[in-house]
């Protein structure tokens, strides 16, 4: 295992040991959550919606986890080992490299970019966009009509999206999480987001909002991701 | 006044930041408003599909303590842009004859008084908890759904739950900053039951302790559009000899929204504080 890919790992054990020490889940029935005869959820029903027709994406959810060979690949000059912090959560390659579906080649980096190392999240400091959404534990979306609110677990913190059509602030005051409105395209939230403080990293490996160009983030229920 | 003048050293260090934020002026959708366009907060509560009282809002403490600049120190700091409770200095100064304390309570009590409210969680921008929060200079957004009340905090963007959906409490939960809450209605008042608090949380400046003992009790009522009453009852016999209930007033701010308001981010009051 290479000295980067240790760096990697690091932060992931310190950013998760608390979480995995102290969290201990509910268990509650969700009393309306589909279900087989056998009683249990039945993740592959049709996605629930609302009085408008529209998808409803409330409940609670968990980033769909990577293979421990994929989060590897997504991290440069990884080593063939697996790392034992690793084992049992559920990561995302994205949390460790935004960037890991793409080419090498089209990243948009500017030239000369130097990936940080003293991610924000390490001193208690929000995590920002997009590891709001990346970051290995639950989230919750409740969603309202004219409102789309997200609960992360991640530093008990929330996110509002507003769908009451309003627009995006002309001159918003920055910050970790941004503001953010969304639409519907079909069956698509399509959401956009501004005022950004670009102080947060992207992912683990380090990438930053200065070496990323503006772009939308798409919450999608399929059925088969339902669960 | 020594917890006050602790408060004032935090405040007076995230005043700057408080006061370089822009207030979105963004119309509330729905809200009764009089003739000249002004919100009308006399008008009666709104109510959800089901008849119930809807306490959704952005809300901010209804009973203040007065700005008054010839008074200085006794009374709010007249530059800041939000308003403190007078309960959230000092949460036993309706109850008659004071909070009961057990007497190792007291004790504490006077030791935080004296070191002017140095470990105090919020000076080390540590998870706010309630009640405390209801009477905080921080904005406060309730949205309110058929099995949900989600309670919105701008003091680091944090968020409480108290569920509609008539769970029991957890037996043995896993002790939290804000507890486990569980809320059924009484004709047009919600009342909230919530356990599971970690022990060592502040219900005021002062320094008024709440331990893993306590279990709360809130009824949330809203007599007209512009106002909230969460009349609190706090049974924590590890803290106190007798359950005690006091009553926050919360005033609606309507057409604004919640702001960031990271207290780690800019942290300055902890190394001004006396070494005591």
């Known amino acids: 295992m290479t000295n980067r890919n240790l760096r990697l790992l690091s932060p992931i054990a310190l950013l998760l040991a608390p979480a995995c020490t102290w969290a201990q889940w509910l268990h509650y029935s969700s009393p309306v959550a589909p279900r087989t005869n056998d009683g249990k959820v039945n993740v592959a029903a049709a996605a629930p919606r609302g009085q408008d027709g529209k998808p409803d994406l409330s409940g609670i959810w968990a980033p769909q986890p990577s293979t421990i060979p994929e989060i590897l690949r997504s991290v440069p000059d990884a080593g063939s080992g697996v790392p034992a912090p690793l084992g049992s959560e559920p990561i995302t390659k994205y949390f460790a490299n935004i960037f890991a579906d793409f080419k090498p080649d089209v990243v948009p980096l500017k030239p000369g970019t130097k990936l940080r190392s003293d991610d924000p999240a390490l001193r208690c400091l929000p995590t920002g966009m997009p590891m709001f959404d990346t970051y290995p534990l639950q989230r919750k979306i409740v969603q309202t009509p004219g409102l789309v609110i997200l609960l992360n677990e991640n530093d008990n913190t929330f996110r509002q999206i507003f769908t009451d059509g309003r627009k995006l602030p002309e001159d918003p005051e920055p910050s970790w999480l941004g503001s953010s409105v969304g639409r519907w395209e079909e069956d698509a939230l399509v959401v956009e987001t501004a005022g950004l403080n670009n102080r947060s990293s992207l992912d683990l490996l380090g990438h930053t909002h200065r070496t990323l160009s503006p772009g939308q983030l798409r919450d999608h229920r399929l059925p088969d991701d339902s669960g | ?276």
Not at chain 2, 170 to 175: I, L, R, S, Y
């Open chain 2, 1 to 276: 006044m020594r917890a006050f003048v602790s408060f004032t050293i935090l405040l007076g260090v995230s005043a700057p930041l408080a006061a370089q934020m822009q207030w979105l002026h963004y119309p509330t959708a729905g809200i009764p408003r009089t003739a000249d366009g002004k919100p009308n907060l006399t008008a009666p509560a709104p109510r959800t599909r089901d008849g119930k009282p809807d306490f959704s809002g952005v809300w901010i403490t209804g009973n203040p303590v007065v700005c008054d600049p010839v008074k200085g120190l006794d009374q709010q700091d007249c530059d800041a842009e939000l308003p403190i409770a007078k309960e959230a200095i000092d949460i036993g100064r309706g109850v008659p004859g004071g909070l009961p304390f057990q007497p190792w309570a007291a004790e504490l009590l006077k030791q935080r008084v004296a070191n002017e409210g140095k470990d105090d969680p919020h000076v080390r921008c540590w998870p706010s908890n309630v009640p405390r929060d209801y009477g905080l200079p921080h904005l406060q957004k309730f949205v309110q759904t058929s099995g949900l009340l989600l309670i919105l905090n701008e003091w680091d963007a944090a968020y409480r739950q108290i569920f509609l959906d008539n769970r029991p409490l957890p037996v043995d939960p896993q002790p939290t900053w804000n507890g486990y809450s569980s809320g059924a209605w009484e004709g047009n008042t919600l009342v909230v039951h919530s356990n599971g608090f970690r022990d060592g949380l502040w219900l005021d400046l002062k320094g008024s302790p709440l331990t893993e003992a306590a279990k709360l009790t809130e009824r949330f009522r809203r007599p007209n559009y512009g106002s909230l009453e969460i009349e609190i009852t706090v049974d924590d016999p590890k803290a106190y000899t007798k359950p005690w209930t006091v009553t926050f007033r919360q005033a609606i701010m309507p057409d604004t929204e919640l702001l960031d308001e990271i207290c780690v981010e800019n942290e300055k009051s902890y190394q001004h504080l006396p070494d005591k």
